[in-house]
Nanobody
Framework: QVQLVESGGGLVQAGGSLRLSCAAS????????MGWFRQAPGKERQFVAR????????YYEEFVKGRFTMSRDNAKNTVYLQMNSLKPEDTAVYYC??????????????WGQGTQVTVSS
């Protein structure tokens, strides 16, 4: 199995920054791309960013482009989400995700417990 543990959430004023971390443990060799999702109260979970395993290629949802940067340290089995210029609408629980194979297909298989990010206006 794979365990993902997020950290780094907290309360910040609008315009501020936070860096989230997600440490993977267990059978990490079975994990593919890693991603960040978020869920605000009363809303569905939404994709934020994704990073591929080897080349480090990143993809971002439009609403975070230019403000958030995702990176990974393969030696530490850790991914990061640097969040700058935070807005109140970024307030949500942020979840780390690791892709794994389900019935031969890469799926969003592994999830962390989430870390709360609150941006005050």
């Amino acid at each position: 199995q794979v365990q993902l543990v997020e950290s780094g959430g907290g309360l910040v004023q609008a315009g501020g920054s936070l860096r989230l971390s997600c440490a993977a443990s267990g059978r990490t060799f079975s994990v593919g791309a890693m991603g960040w999702f978020r869920q605000a109260p009363g809303k569905e979970r939404q994709f934020v960013a994704r990073i591929k395993t080897n080349a480090g290629l990143t993809y971002y949802e439009e609403f975070v482009k230019g403000r958030f940067t995702m990176s990974r340290d393969n030696a530490k089995n850790t991914v990061y989400l640097q969040m700058n210029s935070l807005k109140p609408e970024d307030t949500a629980v942020y979840y780390c995700n690791g892709e794994g194979k389900i019935l031969g297909k890469w799926e969003y298989k592994y999830w962390g417990q989430g870390t709360q990010v609150t941006v005050s206006s």
